[in-house]
């Protein structure tokens, strides 16, 4: 095997391990071209510097994985468009749910023959595109976006645009997303769960605080695929979370978030459902 084919593979369990159990990858120590490079004036063979050529080569790839590494601790979601189907598999079934897995680690040969076979039914996912300030920095979130302060201890304050209705709130923040993330956090703060393949987006506040019995109208509410749902800041020390703890941006007073349905959904194989089914 050789060095970039060693580095690859050692990557790619990395990989793997953070795909299926959430935990931190194993960190490839990345030297710096430097410290290859000698100080001293000396007469390199010829052998010698195309060993030192390819060393270089050979860090520049280690630089790319490590940038895939990062795309892959978001999600493996984040990195396909809307032109590819995806399998997910779930190889860590103690630790992980795997809710739109198509099957187990052991169930793999088959599930990759049944979608090479086009036995797997397809569902299309509505993804969310988030934007701060005019500019989109997601196209492909599946599951949900945290609005807060960078102190989970302090109070969130901002102010809600939805539709034709505004209105200045204080919280510990919102949840924002697609149907495929109803069942977790959207659901626990009091969101409703959708049907898995719905266009709408869901935003729910977390703990609003209503002082003297007031009582906030846009506590939680369904964004239509046509429409945008627009949050305007009013901390200096906000946070936005993608999909997740890895995916964070700061979000500075009066910048303006903005979340509507993502021109790229996700086209998922072998979604089991409610009942297990996989196959059509």
């Given at each position: 095997?050789?060095?970039?084919?060693?580095?690859?593979y050692a990557?790619?369990?990395s990989?793997?391990?953070?795909?299926?159990?959430?935990?931190?990858?194993?960190r490839?120590?990345?030297?710096s071209p430097?410290?290859?490079?000698?100080?001293?004036?000396?007469?390199?063979?010829?052998?010698a510097?195309?060993?030192?050529?390819?060393?270089?080569?050979?860090l520049?790839?280690v630089?790319?994985?490590?940038a895939?590494?990062?795309?892959?601790?978001?999600?493996?979601?984040?990195?396909?468009?809307?032109?590819?189907?995806?399998?997910?598999?779930?190889?860590?079934?103690?630790?992980?749910?795997g809710?739109?897995?198509?099957?187990?680690?052991?169930?793999?040969?088959?599930?990759?023959?049944?979608?090479?076979?086009g036995?797997?039914?397809?569902?299309?996912?509505t993804?969310?595109?988030?934007?701060?300030?005019?500019?989109?920095?997601?196209?492909?979130?599946?599951?949900?976006?945290?609005?807060?302060?960078?102190?989970?201890?302090?109070?969130?304050?901002?102010?809600?645009?939805?539709?034709?209705a505004?209105?200045?709130?204080k919280?510990?923040?919102?949840w924002?997303?697609?149907?495929?993330?109803?069942?977790?956090?959207?659901?626990?703060?009091?969101?409703?769960?959708?049907?898995?393949?719905s266009?709408?987006?869901?935003?729910?506040?977390?703990?609003?605080y209503?002082?003297?019995?007031?009582?906030?109208?846009?506590?939680?509410?369904?964004?239509?695929?046509?429409?945008?749902?627009?949050?305007?800041?009013?901390?200096r020390?906000g946070?936005?979370?993608?999909?997740?703890?890895?995916?964070?941006?700061g979000?500075?007073?009066?910048?303006?978030?903005?979340?509507?349905?993502?021109?790229?959904?996700?086209?998922?194989?072998?979604?089991?459902g409610?009942?297990?089914?996989?196959?059509?």
């Amino acid at each position: 095997m050789s060095a970039v084919a060693s580095i690859q593979y050692a990557v790619y369990k990395s990989v793997v391990v953070v795909d299926s159990a959430d935990r931190p990858p194993v960190r490839l120590p990345t030297p710096s071209p430097s410290s290859l490079e000698r100080t001293d004036t000396v007469e390199l063979s010829v052998r010698a510097k195309l060993l030192l050529a390819r060393a270089r080569i050979e860090l520049s790839v280690v630089d790319q994985l490590h940038a895939q590494l990062a795309a892959y601790r978001r999600g493996a979601s984040h990195l396909i468009g809307a032109d590819t189907p995806i399998v997910a598999i779930n190889t860590a079934p103690r630790d992980s749910v795997g809710y739109f897995c198509a099957g187990n680690g052991p169930e793999i040969g088959d599930v990759l023959a049944d979608a090479l076979a086009g036995k797997l039914r397809e569902s299309v996912l509505t993804r969310m595109q988030v934007s701060v300030d005019e500019r989109t920095i997601s196209t492909r979130v599946m599951n949900d976006a945290l609005f807060c302060h960078e102190c989970p201890a302090s109070t969130s304050r901002y102010a809600l645009h939805h539709g034709r209705a505004s209105e200045e709130q204080k919280s510990s923040g919102l949840w924002i997303g697609p149907a495929a993330g109803s069942t977790a956090a959207q659901h626990s703060a009091g969101g409703r769960v959708l049907p898995v393949e719905s266009k709408l987006l869901q935003f729910v506040v977390r703990e609003p605080y209503e002082p003297h019995g007031t009582r906030y109208r846009l506590r939680k509410g369904l964004i239509r695929p046509e429409a945008a749902l627009r949050i305007h800041s009013t901390i200096r020390a906000g946070r936005l979370y993608l999909d997740g703890p890895h995916d964070v941006h700061g979000v500075e007073m009066a910048s303006i978030i903005e979340f509507r349905r993502s021109p790229e959904p996700l086209r998922l194989l072998g979604f089991r459902g409610p009942r297990g089914a996989r196959r059509t």
